[in-house]
């Protein structure tokens, strides 16, 4: 009792300062990346030393996130004596930046850890370079995260999209990355642009820009519209939603693997971060259609995502479309949550909420697990199309099993940390007939519908690339070559994966995280008062999960199985050829490819594609197969916006006539016009 | 937790391990009989399982221990899902550990695994076989999904035995929602289950199979336990269909004595007894689907469990 | 339990038959399912209206009830069987839209009833009130069954199907219609399906098929 007392008492003292510690760290993050620009070259050291010192401060911030999202305290604040005169930066620490800061710190930490054991000198930008952008990128979502000002906020976000596009450029010297790279770039910005406005119009005229500033503003039914709408796009185009998603699918794959693995896991969430701080924080009201808007953009994403992942043969694009969906569930729950909030319904809200929060929880873990695992099956076979792998759970079985608990765990199967959301997700879904509104009532449980269907494709694709990539036989035959991950990978990985098993069988633990979120945003947490190894949000009667139990229960079963099988049968066993209905001569090309693997998805949801076919004949001596799939995006949307743009720029380009006189009566026509103001 | 109820609890388990095979068997024998054929005894199934775990397994020389490892999570997973499917009594404690949203979860996981296993040998039929029974699945999982969501919003609780006691509190006001449900239930059941308009239990013709591709590649007490985990999971099927549609007989909380959870046992198995005639029935009666024609067939379960869900909120019970 | 609310219950049991029905037509290929789903359909129909008629102690409806008996369950149907026999079209119908596309609009059409119902079901005094956005339904999901469909008598089971959704609707919102009208809806019925049942006749001998889509050869360019 009074070791407990003691250590609380500890705990409060420390989380005071909290804040100052945070601040310290991720300083040191910045300086881990300036003191690798000193031997840019030296590997051992890059690799060996600063990576993994940056490993341990994410774990320092995960850490500080979650004592200062369980201490319950008022939210710290700190002036930063930086930035521009009489414009300081603003620090905040409340319960909604703590949850951010444990997922970027636990999902930091494994990936900082692999990152050690992966990066290697070779092509493209410097070790030391690529320390300094990395640390850089970690450091700028972290003050994402912190800030309480505009300018703050968007200069950390300027950072974060300036660091992130040298990192997904580090192998620059190939055209389609630096094609990758500029898409992204440009999509960034067009989001920054909206973010900004969006601050803009927050600020209700009293031209301050600190957060608190913001809070207090009251404005118009319009303005506030406004200002949710730039939000949604501005984080839309950050988070991936549909259809701001195009570059998604080719920055994320065209990064070093460590890369995707932060761009997937912790920056969409950051994305995911600024929409919950702007619409529950900073906004005073929130309106119901705002709700829909939101739900339909995040139903729809998802349902899109996992559909062109299904169709997807390169292992990181088809990573990346899965992130489309992911970032759709979270939108839909946060939805749902503005959607309850609107209609006075707060405890419903707090459990959509929490079932958003904690999909962004487990999909940082899940989704940077499974892009380091292609990260090391790129190094060991410097293959990433899934249609020259295969066999691989026989070279490497470590990331194979943990890419497994991975792949379970996304496919949203119990008693993992996936079907924890989902199933929040869906009790959340149970209680929309009760929001009074006449035709949203029957409309919206229809949405359960559609994010049953997301979840079970989820889990198709997540077959696909399991059993394309890892079983069968390989289908090149310089797969056998292929090595293993080396201990500090393994570490980064397993360090991950056992996050995944952790909130999937103590989902209470996370839960209780969530819960101080939505104390602190909707005024009210869903039931926390079960016992650690049991979740029941609403009621036990209503609805209760322990994958705890669940877990134990498996594995007392199979083991039971097992045991019994073997006394009362016996265990013998032969090693024969696969038996496969007598025939004999079987070759690695028989098995289902990426593309075969995915036909039943493109014949049932053909409209979603742009396909090109090429198809054999019967007569055929060489058949050939090819198949090209787009997204329709692009033909409807983008590449009409694109071409009027380029109209607009011809026409303006029209004033460009290379005569220095002409420039020069601009100018003064210029200054003319501008006196004329003055007068 | 008394030990009466733990004893249910296990009760109800064994019971399901060990009649679970009778109940294909019966259906199989009514097959035969529809179709003029001279029926298998009805321990035919038993008598499968016997031969098999005396047999030696025949392993692949590449597989992997996944593939190892897989029947015995089918089968663990099975008898999980028969632990919370009240199918004789609803006070069951494991039922508070996994409601009904888990317990598709555990379908699912058996699912994927079995895909898995399927395509880890890397044979044609396998692959094959794990591609049609996940787009199988994909398509049957939300159906499944929107049939016990009616049943949810009716009853307000997502634990299957709190479905049972809501239901059986009101015998007489069946809901016009479940009429959907019942049919895309039932729907459903024959294609996660291997049955006719999807896939033929019977065939072991290469290009049409589904189920049997997948278990291709086992042999002895491997396939002796795949087996018996799918009898094990038309078993829980049945149950899930009783427990929504056909509650009457399970012993209630509070009223579950000796004598009740005999009477419980009784019905079951009389309910048993008419649902595998009734399955035979159907299955005699229809032809098998051409592949192709699947996901439509599914995708309408899909939508008349979703109409079901509607017609529910908008009749506004 | 009160017997009107059983009577309730169980209508809206009905109801939703009526509205499965409906979808079960849109979903079927073949001819011959869809005239015994019609004949299912207008026996749901007779028995609806009976328990309307119990539970109003209405005479008239007793009438209306015993008409679609003898009208819809047993005369059309026979007559529709036989036609088809003669005219060799009970196999596959082809459907313009993929079906389950075709349900999915349904399943859009009935929301939209139950909208559109709702003020109606609002004023209405009937305890079959909430069955109105149902009868609606049936209208539509008839009328997109004729839409997509591409062979003649398909047309007019959708025809035949959306004037039980009709005479649904009366039943459930009024207690019927006045008897005469009702007779002379029946007449009119009767006397389209032989114009119709003339017009297959005319159609195949001028097109040796009964597939619609023979028809656009008809308009002038």
């Known amino acids: 009792m009074s070791l407990a007392g003691e250590t609380s008492r500890y705990m409060v003292a420390f989380a005071k300062h909290d804040l100052s510690f945070l601040l310290m760290l991720i300083c040191g993050w910045v300086i881990l990346g300036i003191v690798g620009l000193v031997r840019p070259h030296r590997m051992g050291w890059i690799a060996r030393i600063l990576f993994p010192v940056g490993a341990l401060i994410a774990l320092g911030i995960a850490v500080l996130g979650a004592i200062a999202l369980l201490s319950g305290h008022a939210p710290q604040i700190f002036l930063l004596p930086l930035g521009l005169p009489n414009l300081p930066f603003h620090a905040r620490l409340d319960t909604l930046s703590g949850f951010f800061l444990l997922l970027l710190g636990m999902a930091g930490a494994g990936i900082s850890t692999f990152a050690a054991g992966y990066f290697r000198s070779g092509e493209g930008t410097a070790p030391g370079l690529l320390c300094l952008q990395y640390h850089v990128f970690l450091a700028s979502m972290a003050l994402v995260i912190l800030a309480d000002d505009a300018y703050f906020f968007m200069v950390a976000w300027e950072t974060m999209a300036l660091s992130s596009y040298f990192l997904v450029t580090a192998q620059h010297r190939i055209p389609e990355i630096r094609r990758a790279g500029f898409l992204y770039l440009l999509m960034a910005h067009i989001g920054a642009l909206c973010i900004l406005l969006c601050f803009g119009v927050l600020q209700g005229g009293r031209w301050l820009f600190t957060f608190d500033a913001m809070r207090g503003a009251s404005l118009t039914s319009f303005w506030a519209s406004a200002a949710f709408l730039l939000a949604l796009i501005g984080f839309g185009a950050k988070a991936g939603l549909v259809p701001l998603h195009v570059w998604l699918p080719e920055a994320h794959p065209a990064a070093p693997s460590p890369v995707s693995a932060l761009m997937s896991g912790l920056m969409l969430k950051t994305a995911v971060y600024g929409m919950l701080r702007i619409t529950f924080d900073l906004l005073h009201i929130r309106y119901w259609w705002w709700g829909v808007l939101v739900l339909g953009v995040g139903l729809f994403s998802a349902l899109f995502g996992a559909i062109f992942a299904a169709v997807q043969t390169d292992m990181k694009r088809l990573l990346a479309y899965s992130s489309i969906e992911n970032i759709g569930l979270i939108f839909t729950g946060i939805g749902l949550a503005i959607l309850f909030e609107a209609c006075h319904l707060p405890l419903f809200a707090a459990l959509a909420l929490a079932a958003a929060l904690i999909h962004s929880l487990n999909h940082s873990l899940f989704k940077s697990l499974l892009f380091l695992a292609t990260g090391s099956v790129l190094h060991a076979t410097n293959q990433r199309s899934l249609g020259k792998l295969g066999g691989l759970i026989r070279r490497m079985p470590w990331v194979a099993a943990l890419a497994l608990i991975g792949t379970l765990a996304i496919a949203g199967l119990p008693p993992l940390n996936g079907f924890v959301s989902e199933w929040l997700l869906l009790q959340s879904f149970l209680f929309t007939p009760q929001i009074p509104h006449a035709f949203l009532n029957m409309l919206i449980p229809l949405g359960a519908a559609v994010l049953a269907l997301t979840a079970a494709l989820a889990a198709y694709v997540m077959v696909k690339f399991y059993g394309v990539i890892f079983l069968g036989q390989h289908r090149e035959p310089s797969l056998v070559h292929a090595h293993d991950a080396d201990w500090l990978e393994r570490i980064g990985l397993a360090w991950l994966a056992l996050g995944c098993v952790a909130i999937g069988v103590l989902p209470q633990l996370a839960l209780r995280a969530a819960g101080a979120v939505t104390e602190t945003l909707l005024g009210q947490a869903v039931n926390l008062t079960s016992p650690f190894w049991l979740i029941a949000p609403i009621t036990s009667r209503q609805a209760s999960y322990s994958g705890l139990i669940l877990l134990a229960g498996i594995i007392g079963v199979v083991g039971i199985t097992f045991v019994g099988v073997r006394i009362l049968a016996h265990g013998r066993m032969r090693r024969t050829v696969p038996w496969d209905c007598g025939y004999p001569w079987q070759t690695s090309r028989m098995q289902d490819t990426a593309e075969g693997f995915g036909q039943p998805i493109r014949h049932i949801f053909d409209p979603f594609f742009d396909m090109e076919r090429e198809l054999p004949f019967p007569t055929d001596v060489a058949p050939h197969y090819r198949i090209h799939i787009e997204d329709r995006m692009w033909k409807t949307l983008y590449l009409p916006i694109a071409r009027g743009v380029q109209r607009l720029a011809d026409w303006i380009g029209l004033l460009q006539g290379g005569r220095l006189s002409t420039y020069l009566l601009y100018s003064f026509l210029t200054l003319i016009v501008l006196l004329g103001f003055v007068l | ?317 | ?221």
Request: charged residues 10%; contains cysteine; proline residues 4%.
């Open chain 2, 1 to 317: 937790m008394t030990a009466l109820t733990m004893v249910r609890q296990f009760g109800e388990v064994l019971l399901a391990i060990a009649i679970a095979p009778l109940f294909s068997g019966w259906i199989a024998q009514c097959r035969a009989w529809l179709q003029s054929r001279a029926a298998p005894p009805l321990t035919q199934p038993y008598r499968m399982l016997r031969k098999l775990f005396q047999k030696d397994v025949a392993l692949a020389t590449n597989a992997s221990a996944l593939f190892r490892m897989t029947p015995y999570i089918l089968f663990g997973t099975m008898v999980l899902a028969a632990a919370i499917i009240p199918s004789i009594a609803t006070d069951l404690p494991f039922a508070r550990v996994a409601d009904a949203i888990a317990l598709i979860g555990l379908f699912a996981t058996a699912r994927v695994f079995l895909s898995l296993a399927a395509m880890d040998i890397g044979t044609a039929f396998g692959s094959m076989g794990a591609r049609r029974d996940m787009m199988i699945g994909f398509l049957a999982e939300p159906a499944l999904l929107m049939v016990l969501f009616n049943a949810f919003l009716l009853s307000g609780s997502t634990a299957l035995p709190n479905v049972v006691e809501a239901s059986t509190a009101h015998p007489f006001l069946m809901d016009p929602s479940l009429l959907f449900a019942a049919v895309a239930f039932l729907m459903v059941l024959l294609a996660e289950n291997a049955r006719i308009p999807i896939d033929n239990p019977a065939t072991h013709l290469e290009l049409t199979m589904i189920h049997e591709a997948m278990a291709l590649e086992y042999s002895a007490r491997h396939l002796a336990l795949v087996e018996w985990a799918s009898d094990l999971k038309l078993f829980n099927y049945a149950c899930i269909g009783f427990a929504l549609f056909l509650p009457w007989g399970i012993a209630t909380h509070g009223a579950d004595g000796a004598l009740a959870l005999g009477l419980a046992v009784a019905v079951l198995l009389a309910k048993l007894t008419v649902a595998g005639a009734a399955l035979a029935l159907i299955e005699s009666l229809s032809a098998k689907l051409r592949i192709f024609r699947a996901p439509e067939y599914l995708a309408m379960a899909f939508l008349l469990a979703v109409l079901g869900l509607l017609v529910h909120l908008l009749l506004g019970a």
């Open chain 3, 1 to 221: 339990m009160h017997p009107s609310h059983l009577i309730a219950a169980l209508l809206k049991l009905l109801a939703a038959s009526l509205l499965l029905i409906s979808f079960a037509m849109l979903s079927r290929r073949r001819t011959q399912r869809l005239i015994t789903l019609f004949a299912w359909q207008g026996a749901v129909l007779f028995m609806s209206t009976l328990l309307v008629a119990h539970s109003a102690g209405l005479r008239e409806l007793y009438y209306s009830a015993a008409l679609t008996l003898l009208l819809k369950v047993i005369a059309l149907p026979w007559i529709l069987h036989r036609l088809i026999h003669r005219l060799g079209a009970q196999w596959d119908s082809e459907t313009l839209v993929n079906i389950p596309t075709t349900m999915l609009v349904g399943l859009g059409l009935v929301i939209f009833a139950f909208g559109l119902a709702q003020p109606i079901s609002r004023m209405a005094t009937t305890i079959t009130r909430n069955t109105i956005g149902i009868a609606l339904a049936v209208i539509f999901l008839a009328f997109l069954m004729m839409i997509t469909r591409r062979k003649a008598v398909t047309q007019v089971i959708g025809f035949l199907a959306m004037e039980n959704g009709l005479f649904f609707a009366a039943t459930s919102a009024t207690y019927g219609m006045p008897m005469v009208i009702e007779l002379g809806i029946a007449l009119d019925l009767l006397v389209g399906f032989f114009i119709l049942g003339i017009f297959f006749f005319q159609i195949r001998e001028q097109f040796d098929s009964l597939d619609l889509s023979n028809m656009e050869a008809l308009k002038e360019d």
